[in-house]
């Protein structure tokens, strides 16, 4: 149960660039969260952190805070692909920061989700 299999990854190119063409998104202050329906019915996450958030060390960090997080959350995330962009800022979070950013996140996709 508290696993992150490939299975539920975005590995490849082609699903990053539709989730960046699909207009739905989801702002925070470190974070940009797009998302689309996936064609499995089970949800898929993608972290991107490029260099100008930080060094390597720094976008490594973040991308492990994210994956705990959903890691440990997993059931409240609905059936879709998600990308999750770190912006600048999000290396000065530490792991409630993420918690509290993300949290809004699932229950603003919870909710986007069912009026769909």
């Given at each position: ?43 898929r996450i993608g972290i991107t952190v ?31 692909d998600i990308n999750i962009i770190a ?30």
């Amino acid at each position: 149960m508290f696993t992150f299999t490939k299975d539920e990854r975005l590995l490849k190119r082609v699903d990053f660039l539709r989730l960046s063409e699909s207009s739905r998104k989801i702002s925070t202050p470190c974070f940009l969260v797009l998302w689309a329906a996936g064609p499995d019915p089970a949800c898929r996450i993608g972290i991107t952190v490029s260099r100008k958030v930080g060094n390597a060390v720094t976008r490594n960090r973040i991308k492990r805070l994210v994956r705990e997080y959903y890691r440990l959350h997993k059931a409240l995330f609905p059936p879709l692909d998600i990308n999750i962009i770190a912006r600048r800022g999000a290396d000065k979070l530490d792991y409630q920061g993420v918690c509290k950013e993300l949290d809004r996140v699932v229950e603003r996709l919870a909710g986007l989700t069912r009026s769909c």
